[in-house]
């Protein structure tokens, strides 16, 4: 398991559809996920650029970073507990999950995205570089009787089709 940057033309792309475009200087000071302790779990997400939620407001977020796994690994992705509790900021799909697949696939690189909703009904103001997300990865199973054979071509929502 690692993580690594994605191409700068895959960030701008990314960040160009939320209408971000001083990409130059928040790709060069996007910082690969750490643990903020021994005892932690969870790898810290950073904002790559400043963000600004309006109250009920939602932004799919590129992070810049994608995600390294075997097969039998997922990367769960949520806000970290003080923005959640402090801000009223959540994850409009609750928790992201990360499929070993998702990366360096035919047509995604794997940037990974950060859904976020403001819940409150204030305001909510993120700096460059502020850790507002975190993800564990888990190693799971699958089913004696599972057969599955399909390939997963594309970015979200990709393996549903």
């Not at 810049?64 to 409009?92: C, P, Q, W």
């Not at 993800?135 to 393996?159: A, C, E, Q, Y």
Request: glycine share 12%.
């Amino acid at each position: 398991m690692r993580f690594e940057k994605v191409s700068y033309e895959n960030f701008a792309k990314d960040s160009w559809k939320n209408g971000f475009t001083s990409c130059e200087e928040a790709y060069e000071n996007i910082v690969i996920p750490y643990r903020g302790s021994a005892g932690s779990a969870g790898y810290d997400f950073s904002t790559p650029y400043p963000i600004h939620l309006d109250p009920d407001e939602r932004l799919v977020v590129p992070t810049g970073i994608k995600a390294y796994m075997e097969s039998g690994e997922v990367l769960l992705i949520t806000v970290r507990s003080s923005v959640g509790i402090k801000d009223g900021v959540v994850f409009s799909n609750t928790i992201g999950i990360i499929d070993a697949d998702f990366y360096n696939n035919e047509k995604n690189e794997g940037d990974i995205m950060l859904a976020l909703w403001n819940t409150s009904n204030k305001p909510v103001k993120y700096h460059a570089g502020d850790r507002i997300a975190q993800g564990l990865f888990v190693k799971f199973g699958i089913t004696d009787d599972d057969n599955t054979t399909g390939v997963r071509v594309g970015g979200i929502g990709s393996s549903g089709k």
